[in-house]
Structure formats: C-alpha cells, structure tokens
C-alpha cells in the first residue's frame, strides 16, 4: 500500500505520519508533500528518512490513499489531481465538506456511508467532531432535535503561528521585550479569551460556528436539526472545549445518557473530576463530563465536552478513516 500525506510538516501532518505509523505496518511506501521552502528535506517515518517533495502536480505520484491536511486552497488544486493517480482522498480543509456527494465522516458514527466511489472524503471541522462523539450515543435513546453549542477552542486549530504568537506573548508578559511582539489575532489571546473563532459571515456569525451547524446536521443525518452556536477562542495551545445544552424528543435520564456514553468507543466520561483540555491533550478520546438534566424541561442535558484538536479533531479520524479504507480493501475493489 501506498500511502501520500500531504502537509506533512504542519501540526496535523506531524501527527498523521506517527499515527499511520501505529496503525499500519512497515510494509507501507510513503510519500510526503509540503511547500517549496521543504523540498529535499526529509522526515523519519518508522525509522527511516522519507524525502518530501514539493507539491505540484508534476511531482503526484499514484498512491492507495492521500491524507490531505495542506488548507483549502491546495485541497481544492490538488486533491482531484491524486483521484485522477487512483488514489482515496480524506481531506482535512472545509472544501468538501457540504457537497452532496462526498460523505462528512467521524469514524466511529457513519464511516459506514463510505462507498467504492466516494473518492473524496471529507474531515469534519475540529469543533463539531468532539462534539458529535458524545451528541451521537445521546440521539440514539432519546432522538435529538436541538442544539446549543459553545465552544473554546485552543490557538493550536490556527496551526503553529498561533501557537508561537501564544508564547511570545506568554514570554513577553513574564519578561517585556524578550520576544517577537506581532501577534496572530487581532486581541491579545495569552490570558485572555476572544469572543470570536474564525471569520464573520455575513448573517454575523463566525465561520466556525456556522460549521457546527451545518456539519452537525449532515453527520447525524438530521436535516432539521436546530443549531444555535457561539465559539470563543482562549489562551489554551490545545484542546478544544464545548459547553452544550441538548434537547431531545423523548424525556431524558442522566444515568442512562452517561451509561451510553461509557459504552460508546471514543467517548470517556468524568464522573469524579471534569476533564479539561490538558487532559485532553494527546488522549485519543472525548472527554465528557458534567451530564445534567435541564431546569426548564425534562428533555434537555447539559453537558461538558473536551477533546485533542490536533487528535481525533483532526489527524486520528483521517488515520481511522485511512484504516478504514484498508481493511475493508477498498481501494483493491
């Protein structure tokens, strides 16, 4: 098997090539793409020194599965350049996303939708993963109707400027002067939290929290779902957090919902502590906590969510998809 990764040097890239290394086994031929300024450049995958090639479409070589993690725009440029090289695409920008024909998967909910031809599949947004992992074993007792949302999302989902921003301020605020003072967002973020995520749109909502909405309600095949959501970003380098009120058909039961949650793989749920993003960094997990019936209705729980955004966020559902495709011998078909 044949395997590309494209992105390889950027967060989730780094984090690709040491899962597939976890997931698969050493038999697999790698190739890995990134911008001019790494070209001839190498990194070491199982050991060995794996050269990276700049990514343009002279340089696409036919491989089983491409994991793309590089921005929208070279997803949208390249990513049909390696269906045309025979290849599966899972991609990790908003490209794909909310068109018809490619499926949104969260393994471990739908991957099932997955067919033979769904040559391009698309990773959902950071947020709405983690959120999804403990909304979906809720749906399937009670039928999920409405949401609202509230996330805070770590710097680490605007890739590693923003992390470096985060601590040249960090060292700046313990020693003035002591570091570059650009900042990545347009406020301060060390100690402090933005009431925004992303871009405004035009109905004055960010872009990330009309991603909540709509990936919400494709990935649980609810239409109708009514989503109301609010992101902030804070001070934190990784590790997405999500407050959500949840309203459902039926009336609820805390301990039924929490013993649902404990049953669903990818889900853990805190009942003595209340997990937090550093607990959540580097855990392959979503972290629940705080289940709470409502104190207006008998059908809504409350509940705290927290999961890697760098993790099953972003890099491990792309490697359990890829995983996916593999075993079940897809792109052989």
Known sequence: ??????????????????????????????????????????????????????????????????????????????????????????????????????????????EDIIKNDSKIIANPNCTTMALVMALKPLHDIFNLLSIVPVSYQAVSGSGKSAIESLENELANLSTPGSAPDEKYYQSQIAKNVIPIAGNITENGYSDEEMKFSNESKKILDIPDLNVEPSNARVGVETGHGIFCTATFEKDVDVESAIESLEAFEGVEYWKETYPTPLNAQGNKNILVSRMRSGLTSNKILNFWAVGDNLLKGAALNAVQIANHLYKNDFYTK
């Open 1 to 110: 098997m044949k395997i590309s990764i494209v992105g390889a040097t950027g967060l989730v890239g780094r984090n690709i090539i040491e899962l597939c290394e976890e997931y698969f086994d050493t038999s697999v031929e790698y190739h890995l793409y990134a911008s001019k300024e790494s070209e001839g450049k190498t990194l070491q995958v199982n050991g060995k020194e794996v050269p990276i090639r700049e990514l343009s479409s002279k340089n696409i070589e036919s491989c089983d599965i491409a994991l793309f993690s590089a921005g929208g725009e070279r997803s949208r440029e390249f990513a049909n350049q390696f269906v045309d090289k025979g290849a599966f695409v899972i991609d990790n920008s908003s490209s794909f996303r909310m068109e018809k024909t490619v499926p949104l998967v969260v393994y471990g909910i739908n």
